[in-house]
Structure formats: structure tokens, C-alpha cells
Nanobody, 118 residues
Framework: DVQLVESGGGTVQPGGSLRLSCTAP????????LHWYRQAAGKQREWVSR???????GYADSVKGRFAISKDGARDTVYLQMNSLKPEDTAMYSC?????????????WGQGTQVTVS
């Protein structure tokens, strides 16, 4: 199973930037993809972005043009660069692996990292 650790959250003013990190040991060698999700208080969990094992990226419409996902395979780390932040981006951000193997399809989540825009 992948042990996921998210970091980089904090409080920022509207229009500011943050870079989140997700460390997922083994996800590079196992050719996993990785997704970022967020959940605001009182709302459903929302898919934010993904990066595939081949580097293909995708974004929710709500963050297109503002967020960018990338990875450092040597460090088993995925980043989410968040620019032009809005109050509605306030949420707990979590990451999860995906793919066609039992290793990638782990049911476990990390603790998440809180982002507050105000």
C-alpha cells in the first residue's frame, strides 16, 4: 500500500499562491497516476487534478488556467502549484494514487493539508 503524505497548505490572501506536495513512495516505480481532491466544509469531495504515469495532466474546470500539476519521479512526489487563489478554493486537499494494479489502487488517503484563502 502507498503511504501518502500531503504538505504545503496554509493561509493566503485572495490572488496569492501556494504549492502543495504529495509524497507517495513507490508510485513512480509502479507506474501509478496521482489525483488531487479537495473537500470544503459542508460540501462533497471534489476532484481537482490528475497526472498520469506518462505525464499526461488534467484539471477540473474550476481550476483550469490557475493550477498546475507536476511530478518529480526521483522523489516520488507530485506538486500542485496553485495561483490566483480564490476564497472558494478553501478546502482540505488530499491526494490519491490510481492505476491498473493493486498497488496503485490503494484505499488509503493521507491526512490532507488545509488551504485557507481569506
Amino acid at each position: 500500500d502507498v503511504q501518502l503524505v500531503e504538505s504545503g497548505g496554509g493561509t493566503v490572501q485572495p490572488g496569492g499562491s501556494l504549492r502543495l506536495s504529495c509524497t507517495a513512495p513507490g508510485f513512480t516505480s509502479n507506474s501509478c497516476g496521482l489525483h488531487w481532491y479537495r473537500q470544503a466544509a459542508g460540501k462533497q469531495r471534489e476532484w481537482v487534478s490528475r497526472i498520469s504515469s506518462d505525464g499526461t495532466t488534467g484539471y477540473a474546470d474550476s481550476v483550469k488556467g490557475r493550477f498546475a500539476i507536476s511530478k518529480d519521479g526521483a522523489r516520488d512526489t507530485v506538486y500542485l502549484q496553485m495561483n490566483s487563489l480564490k476564497p472558494e478554493d478553501t478546502a482540505m486537499y488530499s491526494c490519491k494514487t490510481s492505476g491498473g494494479s493493486w498497488f496503485c489502487d490503494s484505499p488509503y488517503w493521507g491526512q490532507g493539508t488545509q488551504v485557507t484563502v481569506s
